[in-house]
């Protein structure tokens, strides 16, 4: 609004919009196109397509109002094809950014605002799809229902904030261990599902030994205090090319649970305990 004003003031009184307005760059000096700049990553990752065309449509905005502004200051008569260009790219701006903020209100209500991994919302159609490629890769599918052992404690002795930092601490040390072609989401409390995608059994077992290995080796940090000891028990299950996700996840919940009764801080292969 504050730009519009400006604009409105050149167009009336003649005066000097600003270099917001008037620069060459004008583009990168404007509210907007700072804003724009610092969050590009954010728009770029939800749709790069639609991130370019804003970019583009912005800087097209401010060269059609630019030549408005030049033409009023020099005592011209402003262009009919400048007017329809500034009016054109400032719809399809608005428009743009309308469509941005429904994808980010929706993209924000699917993933978890604690850890940043997504929810279970869209997890069956993200299961079909890996086990489409890794029938098409040839790779096995497996899923793991990962639980933080004995979290109520963390909870009750250092209260829930420190829960919170356990469980974000958790997440960050999890996606680090992971590959980036598997999929990880928070299922619900302190327990997380990953679709994890190996060649061999074999390279399965190694992959939660890691998690499994990488937790109990990465305590929670305490601001002036001893780090907190954290554990996982993962329960894994290898997933057949026609078994359904609901399948899957209550076999590698029933291998967590055996994981579970067999002492926590350990992985369980489908029912068949292995030591941690």
Known sequence: MSWTRRVLRCAVLHESPGEDVFAPMAHTLCGFGQWFMSSRARFQKLDAPASERLDAVHQAMHGAIRSICADVLAGRPGRVADLDAFEQTQNELIALLSEFKTQFLANAARHDPLTGLPLRYGLEVEFLQVQKNCI?????????????????????????????AALRHLATTLKGVIRLNEPLFRFGGEEFLLLMQCHTHDAATVAAKRIVDAVRNSP????????????????????????????????ADRALYAGKQAGRDRYCIAGKLVAA
Do not use: C
């Open 220 to 251: 929670v940090p305490v601001e002036h205090g001893t780090p907190l000891p954290l554990t996982v028990t993962l329960g894994l299950a290898w997933v057949a090319d026609e078994e359904t996700m609901a399948s899957a996840i209550e076999r």
């Open 136 to 164: 098409r890769n040839g790779t096995q599918l497996y899923v793991g229902m990962i639980d933080a052992d004995h979290f109520k404690r963390i909870n009750d002795d250092y209260g829930h904030l420190a829960g919170d």
